[in-house]
């Protein structure tokens, strides 16, 4: 007999709250069976500023969904993001014990033991302590086990955000009474979907780019090596648009998805279109330079500002591609833009043809990676009894 799970993914975003429900059978098989969405309230740049109203959105989402399945969620795989979330290299050392020289698990175990034990200060938890892999006597080694060193190195990416934070978002879950089972990052939720094996292995930055900030995830031998969010996103363009050419937010946000383009020819710059598109009284025409003079800038800022947070994995090929997604990767031009920061090839997200077409927007990378997190979090060879949330969190990532 089959053992079944209805699990919700659910994405706290600073524009929507997005909510995909799947069924995972025998810890192995995904099935989506139904989704809903409302307009995020109570959330600024991803961070919960009002607990009461997100909680509210977020049940009118979950409510949404399961009106559109008729199932009963069991529990919830819980996407988190903000400015609070901060990411640390650490590595923890072993020397080999045995006379031979012959790597062996309690060698490794014990290398892994040193990493993670580091601690944090007063007010923060670890979100996830991600293994990036070994180094025998200073070598690489994504697998050390039977090997010959004398002494092992265990490298971790280790991320962390603030306890009030956290507690926030899951406060928002837990109010209308439901439990978080799992708690991911979004940046890594986003690259498990939005990227294929292939990149995964040969190495590639995933970046989604939301609302109020942008998440990212750097991949290579199919292991995490950096994750973490910059506060710059999509509404940032809105607003640098409605201040520039004095237009409301609300306008400003249908000119940039309609009629922005991160990089123009001579002949798009010297076009024009009406702000209002209604020809009325107070309705003008503006060159299409001028949304690009506006928007570049500031892509330039966040593009830059990842470069320098990965500066160093864009060397000897540890990074061979650039990957984005969110709402934001949809604006014309955007991918040959990044690839110019970058020195990379760019492109879109691209998500596995299991996936059902309907589903593969750029804006669902978040939720969708977050069910296949859950899913693989079932199908590890944990234990079934209950955990406490905040154990949950701190334990180990491994992709």
């Given amino acids: 007999m089959s053992d079944s799970k209805t699990i919700a993914a659910l994405e706290i975003g600073t524009g929507k709250m997005q909510v995909f429900i799947g069924e995972i059978v025998d810890g192995k098989t995904l099935n989506f069976i139904g989704s809903g969405q409302s307009m995020s309230e ?31 969620i069991d529990s919830v795989c819980l996407g988190i993001s903000g400015s609070h979330i901060r990411g640390f290299r650490n590595i923890g050392s072993a020397n080999v014990s045995g006379a031979d020289g012959i790597v062996r698990a309690e060698d490794i175990e014990r290398a892994r033991k040193d990493a993670e034990s580091k601690t944090l200060p007063r007010g923060r938890s670890y979100i996830h302590k991600i293994l990036c892999g070994y180094y025998l006597d200073d070598k690489f080694c994504t697998d050390p086990l039977g090997q010959k060193a004398s002494h092992i190195d265990a490298e971790y990416w280790m991320l962390h955000g603030d306890d009030d934070r956290i507690a926030d ?32 292995e040969k190495g590639v930055l995933c970046i989604d780019i939301g609302c109020g900030s942008s998440n990212y995830a750097l991949i290579k031998n199919a292991r995490i090596l950096q994750a973490g969010t910059v506060p710059v996103g999509g509404d940032h363009l809105t607003n640098d648009l409605s201040f520039g050419l004095r237009l409301s937010p609300k306008n400003s946000e249908r000119i940039k998805t309609r009629f922005a383009k991160a990089i123009m020819s001579a002949d798009e710059k010297s076009k024009k279109f009406w702000t209002l598109g209604d020809k009325q009284i107070g309705d003008r025409k503006i060159p299409f330079e001028a949304i690009g003079d506006i928007i570049r800038p500031r892509l330039e800022e966040l593009f830059s500002i990842l470069r320098a947070e990965v500066q160093d ?52 990378s978040t939720a969708l990676g977050l069910l296949e997190y859950a899913r693989l979090e079932e199908s590890k060879n944990f234990s079934r009894e209950k955990r ?12």
């Fill in 42 to 72: 109570g959330v600024k740049k991803s961070d919960i500023c009002d607990v009461r109203k997100a909680a509210e959105r977020a049940k009118e989402a979950i409510v949404m969904a399961e009106r559109s399945t008729g199932a009963k």
């Fill in 313 to 364: 994995y864009l060397g000897e090929n540890a990074v061979e591609e650039v990957v984005l997604t969110g709402g934001t990767s949809n604006l014309n031009g955007i991918c040959a833009f990044a690839s110019g920061i970058f020195e990379l090839p760019c492109s879109q997200g691209k998500f596995d043809s299991a996936v059902r077409p309907s589903l593969r927007c750029q804006e669902f």
């Fill in 388 to 399: 406490p949330i905040w154990k949950k969190i701190s334990g180990l990532f491994n992709f």
């Fill in 169 to 200: 978002a899951i406060h928002a879950v837990q109010w209308f009474g439901l439990d978080v089972e799992y708690l991911a990052f979004s940046g890594i939720a986003s690259a498990i979907s939005a990227t294929d094996l292939w990149q995964k």
